[in-house]
């Protein structure tokens, strides 16, 4: 695990040749603060040479790595850790369910579509009884005043 800390490194001079890359600065700052503190724990495991407090050290390099990377991701792409999260459980479910997309049946030509179940005793009605009235469709607004008396003509004037 030593590359990815120095790959880490490489990418934020990159970050820092190229400023345009970071869309989120303070996620960018604390990854590069969480490598320094990463590489000064380091440095004192290797001067007091300790095998506990070393082992200890590497733990701890290992978890600020992952926050770290993890910081780096989200300034690069400008995200928020409920975005990052809300982006991981929609790949899930695309991993867990397959394509996103509900599949379309297309019949080949030719072929007829299997029919319709029939109505039971569920006591649903048939189609013919069946009313369908749109949603989506507008309505139009009925100005106060605008009635017409039974007398006239449902004709609109053209004037």
């Known amino acids: 695990m030593n590359g990815i800390p120095a790959i880490i490194v ?7 040749l190229f400023p345009r890359l970071v869309k989120n600065h303070a996620q960018f700052y604390t990854a590069f603060g969480l490598v320094l503190i990463s590489m000064l724990l380091w440095t004192i495991a290797t001067m007091f040479g300790n095998d506990p407090f070393t082992r200890f050290v590497s733990v701890i390099d290992g978890f600020l790595t992952i926050a770290a990377l993890l910081m780096i991701v989200l300034s690069v792409n400008g995200l928020s850790l409920k975005d990052l999260t809300g982006e991981f459980k929609s790949a899930i479910e695309v991993i867990r369910r397959g394509e996103s997309d509900k599949e379309v049946i297309v019949p080949l030509t030719g072929e007829m579509p299997k029919p319709r179940r ?19 469709a507008p309505v139009a607004p009925v100005a106060p005043g605008s009635q017409r008396p039974a007398g006239e003509s449902a004709s609109i004037p053209l004037e």
Do not use: H, K, L
């Open 118 to 136: 029939q109505a039971g005793a569920a006591g649903m009605a048939s189609e013919e009884e069946r009313v369908v009235r749109p949603v989506d």
């Open 10 to 16: 490489a990418f934020i001079f990159v970050c820092i």
